[in-house]
């Protein structure tokens, strides 16, 4: 069973827009929510990552808003830019244990 | 300070043969994880060990699949009798020891392009 839920699947966007991207989880023993940026032919790399002891995490553009009582987080990249065309990852893990499990990623493309 | 190195980028091989994939983690990181990628797909665990021990190998098929890391040298995640169906895209990552601290990122490599023909 997949332990991290990840929508949508791809995601279109217009050059300065607002790009969302949604994760789900059900195990309330995560406690890491990291975001992972990959681009083709590379591996995937750290972009943002947040605890549950706050609500939102912001570092530039990006913004990792977090609802533990809903069981859910999400990305957000503000002013979006074609340079972030790129697959996105959301991830979980629990505090004691050093396996991460992955969303099924999604495919941003930011239009010019 | 290199990052997590694997070699070869690219493997092809025929069917039956064996792949060798390596892995050297990032100074001073004690834990490598094997995760593979099907094109358009996300990224699905097979290996999780540290040196010298297999942590949690739950996602690795239980034939022709095995890993190490040894006390010295990379990590290898070694598939033998290869078919058609192991073509994909094989990443290593890294970290530190699991500690107190919750936050401990994964650093991963470029990755490993195996092709199965």
């Known amino acids: 069973q997949q332990q991290v839920k990840q929508s949508p699947q791809s995601l279109i966007v217009q050059k300065g827009g607002i790009s969302i991207i949604n994760c789900a989880y059900e195990?309330?023993?995560?406690?890491?929510f990291p975001w992972y940026q990959q681009f083709p032919g590379k591996g995937p790399a750290l972009l943002i990552a947040?605890?549950?002891?706050?609500s939102e995490k912001k570092e530039g553009r990006f913004t990792i808003s977090f609802n533990k009582s809903a069981k859910q987080f999400s990305l957000h990249i503000m002013d979006s830019q074609p340079g972030d065309s790129a697959t996105y990852f959301c991830?979980?893990?629990?505090?004691?244990?050093?396996?991460?499990?992955f969303g099924s990623g999604t495919k941003l493309n930011v239009k010019p | 300070n290199a990052g997590v190195m694997q070699n070869p980028r690219h493997l092809v091989r025929r069917r039956g043969q064996e792949a060798r994939l390596r892995c050297s983690p990032m100074?001073?990181?004690?834990?490598v994880y094997w995760y593979r990628q099907l094109p358009e797909e996300g990224l699905k665990f097979m290996v999780y060990?540290?040196?010298?021990?297999?942590?949690?190998e739950s996602g690795m098929p239980k034939e022709r699949f095995s890993a190490e890391f040894p006390k010295e040298g990379p990590s290898i995640l070694r598939i033998q009798q290869v078919v058609r169906g192991d073509s994909a895209a094989y990443f290593c990552?890294?970290?530190?020891?699991?500690?107190?601290?919750?936050?401990?990122?994964?650093?991963f490599g470029s990755g490993t392009q195996l092709s199965v023909l």
């Open positions: 060990l540290q040196k010298e021990n297999i942590i949690d």
């Open positions: 100074k001073g990181h004690s834990h």
């Open positions: 195990n309330t023993a995560f406690d890491y």
């Open positions: 990552a890294s970290s530190q020891r699991t500690g107190l601290a919750t936050n401990e990122k994964l650093f």
């Open positions: 991830a979980a893990k629990t505090y004691n244990f050093n396996k991460f499990y």
């Open positions: 947040i605890r549950p002891d706050v």
